[in-house]
């Protein structure tokens, strides 16, 4: 099976671990010493912030960023300032959640899942990848026909959502899907609701109009009604990797991924309307909501690009920074954006000049 390579898209990110030309995941082996990232906490740095970080969420007023080598940092302030929080593994993370101000959890490279309950100060781990091997594995759905536990245990995750404190998902490379009940406790195989036999990556999940969403490599959308329980496979507008989903705020499921393509569906994939900003030649890889309704969406380039609403095209803003592989609007209306050289923090971002609306294209 040939897989397209994983670019940097959503998870600039697996920057340490990613070569330009296709993958570098880390190495699988079952010679697990004190040297091994899995078993050494994350190093303590003098300037955390300036890391390469992948991900970031809000945990009620409080930013998170995650990142190489395990790195976790926090800031109370809107971005002002960042703490170090304690990690006790020393893998790359590409992504985090939080479905409260204290209760979140943070996936990474090696199959890691990490959950914190004090809002990001101190992290405990799950599970990895090695341990996985022995999950419990769902049989596949009716007509799907896919492996019941796709990828190896090296292989990283990509992103993790949680619907509430108990009932979670892992999605990542070669098609992982993983899911939980009780808040971590016991996760299991569920790569089996999904129709992708050929294993593709799946990059992102999100909640987006009233539905469950899953994107990933190949243009593939799935969408879950049920909460999870299975996943549809919708048709795609674009045959290139998504690597994000987002809920617009009028209800709008938007993804986003390699080349700058932005797609919006007002009806969870039966039509879509293309949002690609002119301007745009990365790929997008995060996205957030500003105070005002408006999406500010970030790219491999450094680029933002801010607009969205029904009938308004994305803008892109003047000012060019660094690449930037997510972000996240701070409790004061600010846009941080976290990438290779860590956190970038942007003023409210103002209405960018108008532009003509899109076509819609079913």
């Known amino acids: 099976m040939t897989l397209e390579p994983l670019t940097l898209g959503r998870a600039v990110a697996l920057a340490a671990a990613f070569a330009a030309a296709g993958l570098a995941f880390v190495a699988r082996s079952d010679d697990v010493g004190a040297l091994d990232p899995l078993q050494r906490p994350a190093a303590a740095s003098k300037n955390p912030s300036a890391a390469v970080l992948i991900a970031i969420a809000r945990a009620g007023n409080r930013l998170v960023a995650v990142g190489d080598a395990g790195t976790v940092v926090l800031s109370d302030d809107g971005g002002a300032h960042w703490t170090q929080a304690q990690v006790p593994v020393g893998v790359t993370l590409t992504a985090v959640h939080f479905v409260d101000a204290q209760t979140g959890w943070a996936v990474g490279h090696s199959g890691v899942i990490l959950a914190t309950t004090d809002g990001g100060t101190s992290w405990r781990k799950q599970i990895d990848g090695f341990q996985a091997r022995g999950l419990a594995v769902e049989p596949a759905l009716a007509g799907h026909g896919v492996p019941a536990a796709a990828g190896g245990e090296g292989d990283p995750l990509l992103d993790v959502h949680f619907e509430d404190a108990r009932r979670g998902f892992a999605v990542g490379a070669f098609g992982r899907l993983l899911c939980t009940t009780d808040g971590g406790a016991h996760w299991r195989h569920c790569?089996?609701?999904?129709?992708?036999?050929?294993?593709?990556?799946?990059?992102?999940?999100?909640?987006?109009?009233?539905?469950?969403?899953?994107?990933?490599?190949?243009?593939?959308?799935?969408?879950?009604?049920?909460?999870?329980?299975?996943?549809?496979?919708?048709?795609?507008?674009?045959?290139?990797?998504?690597?994000?989903?987002?809920?617009?705020?009028?209800?709008?499921?938007?993804?986003?991924?390699?080349?700058?393509?932005?797609?919006?569906?007002?009806?969870?994939?039966?039509?879509?309307?293309?949002l690609s900003p002119a301007a745009a030649s990365s790929a997008v890889t995060g996205a957030a909501t500003l105070d005002d309704g408006r999406v500010a969406l970030v790219s491999q380039d450094g680029s933002v690009f801010?607009?969205?609403?029904?009938?308004?095209?994305?803008?892109?803003?003047?000012?060019?920074g660094p690449a930037l592989s997510a972000a996240a609007a701070s409790p004061g209306g600010a846009l941080v954006a976290v990438g290779p050289r860590g956190i970038v923090v942007l003023p409210k971002p103002a209405a960018p000049p108008a532009a003509p609306a899109p076509a819609s294209a079913s």
Request: proline share 7%; aromatic share 10%.
């Open 306 to 320: 801010v607009g969205g609403r029904p009938g308004e095209s994305l803008g892109r803003l003047p000012e060019r």
């Open 191 to 274: 790569e089996g609701r999904l129709d992708n036999p050929d294993g593709n990556h799946l990059y992102a999940i999100r909640p987006a109009g009233g539905a469950l969403v899953v994107v990933g490599e190949r243009g593939s959308v799935y969408v879950s009604r049920d909460q999870g329980a299975s996943f549809e496979r919708v048709a795609s507008p674009y045959e290139g990797s998504f690597f994000g989903v987002h809920a617009a705020p009028d209800g709008r499921l938007l993804v986003y991924g390699l080349r700058g393509h932005v797609f919006a569906s007002p009806d969870l994939g039966r039509t879509w309307a293309d």
